[in-house]
């Protein structure tokens, strides 16, 4: 099985959202899995121009020059596509929307009917596999999460992908703070790393490993207390 990570957080390996992705590839590369990860920031990704070209002038190739040109045949070949973004404005972030406009050279301008919906076809030597989400946010509740998962959904069937499913984190910027402070979060840490170790294996993401992911670390009202202490002390410190 070959995987490709893609983390869209400007935060990359020290952020909230690598906390729940780090050990969930750990699991995946434990299970036999070839896995890359790459992260936005540090690749040259320009916003699609809408140009066409990639469709009917060069199929296939697009006229922007940068680094999706080294990616698309990665994401072309991979089995399992792990998207990562914080959720940002309620949404996914810019760098990962940009990439994911610049997938439209997998594809073709021709429509077939998939599952009763006109969809483009894929272009030959292009995978049909898996897609799965892993974001965190810094709201308390779930609900946060709902326009990206709307957006995967449809990104997946747009790309002739399964959608796998997502690992979650809400109210994480309880996280760090909660390490440091030596509260256990191994329950979490420990499901990332077995899901990841499950998908390889069974090709399933264990429902009650997910809902570990993403369980309340504490009540709602000292979360906001805690948020708006923190921000308070940083802002008495200028
Ligand atoms: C520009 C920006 C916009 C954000 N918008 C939201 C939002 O709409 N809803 C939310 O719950 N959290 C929001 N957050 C909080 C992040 O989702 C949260 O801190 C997340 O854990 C960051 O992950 P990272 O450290 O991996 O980048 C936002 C953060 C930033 C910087």
Not at 146 to 156: D, G, I, N, T, Y
Not at 184 to 202: P, R
Request: glycine share 8%.
């Amino acid at each position: 099985m070959k995987v490709i990570a893609i983390n869209s957080s400007p935060m990359m390996d020290q952020g909230n959202t690598a906390l729940i992705l780090g050990p969930f590839i750990e699991g995946i590369r434990e299970a036999g899995a070839k896995i890359e990860l790459f992260h936005t920031k540090k690749l040259a990704i320009k916003p699609c121009q809408g140009c066409g070209n990639c469709w009917l002038k060069t199929p296939g190739r697009c006229s922007l020059d940068d680094d999706m040109s080294a990616l698309l045949p990665r994401l072309a070949d991979a089995d399992l596509w792990i998207l990562v973004s914080p959720v940002y404005v309620d949404g996914i972030t810019g760098p990962m929307k940009n990439l994911m406009d610049r997938i439209i050279p997998l594809l073709m301008p021709f429509l077939e009917l998939r599952d009763g919906h006109c969809r483009h076809l894929l272009r030959k030597g292009t995978k049909r596999g898996q897609v799965v989400l892993v974001s965190s946010c810094g709201g308390f509740e779930m609900d946060n999460f709902e326009p990206l998962l709307v957006h995967m959904k449809a990104f997946s069937k747009n790309v002739a992908r399964e959608f796998k499913g997502s690992l979650l984190r809400p109210h994480a910027l309880a996280l760090k703070p909660m390490i440091k402070e030596g509260e256990s979060l191994e329950d979490i840490f420990t499901a990332a790393k077995e899901t990841g170790k499950q998908l390889v294996k069974n090709g399933q993401m264990p429902a009650e490993a997910l809902r570990t992911i993403e369980r309340n670390m504490m009540p709602r009202e000292t979360y906001l207390r805690i948020v708006n202490q923190t921000f308070q002390q940083a802002l008495d410190a200028l």
